[in-house]
C-alpha cells in the first residue's frame, strides 16, 4: 500500500538567496525548532509526531535532490513523483507530488520538508514563507473550508517551526498558482502517456515547472 503526498511553499526571498539556496547542503533536523509537533492540531493530530529527524539529514543539496526527481519523472512510466520548483514573483514556489511505501514515506517527507526549512537561512527580513503538508493523491490543495493538512511550517530568517491548526484561507491563495503549474505538468505527461511507442517525456524539464537554474548548473 502506498502513501501519496503533496509538500507546497511558498517563501519569499530575493533571486540571490534562491541561488544560493540551491547549493547549500540541505539542513540538519536541528533547524526546525519544534519536529515533533508536525501534526499538532491538524488532521493527524492523533499521531505522535517524531522529534528524531535525523534518518531525513543528507549531504544532498536542493539542487541535487530536485535534479534527481525530475530525472526520475522523465521516464514515461515515471517513477512516483512531480516536481514544480521555481522562482517567480519574488518568492520559491515548490509543489512536489510524491507516493511513498511504507518504511520510505516518512523519511522522503521530512526530507523535502527540511530542504524547504534551509530556505530561511537565505531569506530576507520580508514576509514568512509557508510550507504546506498533506495527503492527496490528485494533488490538489485542500479547500478553503476544508483547512485540514497533515502539517503547517512557518520559515523565517530567525525561526522555523511547525504551527498548530490555523485558518488556511489567506494561505491558499499564494500558491494556487504554483498549483496550476502542477496541472498542467501532470496533464502534459498524461498525454504523453497516452501516445503509442512515446519517447521519455520532456515536460518535466520545462522551464515553466522546474526553475532553469536547477538543471543547467546540477552537479
Known sequence: ???TFVTAARIPMPRTGFDSWLDVPIASAAVIENPADMFVGWYWGDREGQADWTDAE???TPRELLAGRVAASCAVNGDG???????????LEAYLWTVGYPGVWETAARRLLLMLAG???VKDDGPDGYVLFWEDAAGMLPRRDQDSPLALLTVNNSRVRFVGKRPLADLLAEPEPVED???ELAEALDEDLDVEDAQDSVAPLDPRYIESAVLNSAR
Open 1 to 3: 500500500m502506498s502513501f
Open 58 to 60: 543528507t549531504d544532498l
Open 81 to 91: 513523483v512531480l516536481t514544480v520548483l521555481r522562482y517567480r514573483d519574488g518568492a
Open 119 to 121: 530556505a530561511g537561512a
Open 181 to 183: 503549474a502542477f496541472a
